[in-house]
């Protein structure tokens, strides 16, 4: 039986570090000390071979385009990123506001309109993970339940480990039972 890809939630900074292939140095101006960029490919990569599908919020279609983008990297250009089979767009919808505007009121300090849709749609979206460089962000893993019940977690992309087979057999018995 064949196991369903992964669903990963990807922010706009997401995006934005690999579409800008960001780097972030240290205070001497020359040592990288984050690779954005590189961080972001393997998980595309996984995504193109169809072990990982990637969950967007439409908002993320603006958000990119709101930033500076290197020379050569125009609208199209984007836009192309955004219109893979392995994209899930999700529209800002009644029940994604709806959920957003909870977790602003549920007291998670910090989170700000956009943040919140980002989460609110990997939550809905049931998301194995949410992917973000957001300082704010990274603070809620483990903090806010997916509409499944289960926590979202939310750390920097990185490619999941697949499950143990035996772990994998036990959740599939769980669920039949």
């Known amino acids: 039986m064949a196991t369903s890809p992964k669903?990963?939630?990807?922010?706009?900074?997401?995006?934005?570090?690999?579409?800008?292939?960001?780097?972030?140095?240290?205070?001497?101006?020359?040592?990288?000390?984050?690779?954005?960029?590189?961080?972001?490919?393997?998980?595309?990569?996984?995504?193109?071979?169809?072990?990982?599908?990637?969950?967007?919020?439409?908002?993320?279609?603006?958000?990119?385009?709101?930033?500076?983008?290197?020379?050569?990297?125009?609208?199209?250009?984007?836009?192309?990123?955004?219109?893979?089979?392995?994209?899930?767009?999700?529209?800002i919808d009644k029940q994604v506001g709806d959920c957003a505007r909870q977790l602003m009121l549920s007291g998670h300090a910090g989170l700000k309109p956009p943040d919140a849709i980002h989460v609110a749609t990997a939550c809905i979206a049931n998301a194995d993970e949410l992917h973000t460089f957001d300082d704010r962000l990274l603070a809620l893993d483990g903090k806010i339940d997916k509409l499944d019940g289960t926590r979202l977690v939310i750390k920097k992309p990185a490619v999941p480990a697949p499950p143990a087979p035996l772990l994998d057999e036990i959740e599939r018995g769980r669920r039949r039972g």
């Open 7 to 91: 669903r990963i939630a990807w922010d706009s900074c997401s995006w934005i570090a690999h579409i800008q292939q960001e780097k972030i140095f240290g205070a001497d101006g020359k040592t990288v000390i984050e690779n954005r960029g590189a961080m972001c490919r393997p998980v595309l990569e996984a995504a193109e071979k169809g072990l990982l599908e990637i969950v967007v919020s439409a908002l993320s279609l603006v958000e990119v385009l709101s930033r500076d983008r290197p020379a050569g990297i125009g609208d199209q250009k984007v836009r192309d990123y955004f219109d893979n089979e392995y994209i899930l767009l999700v529209s």
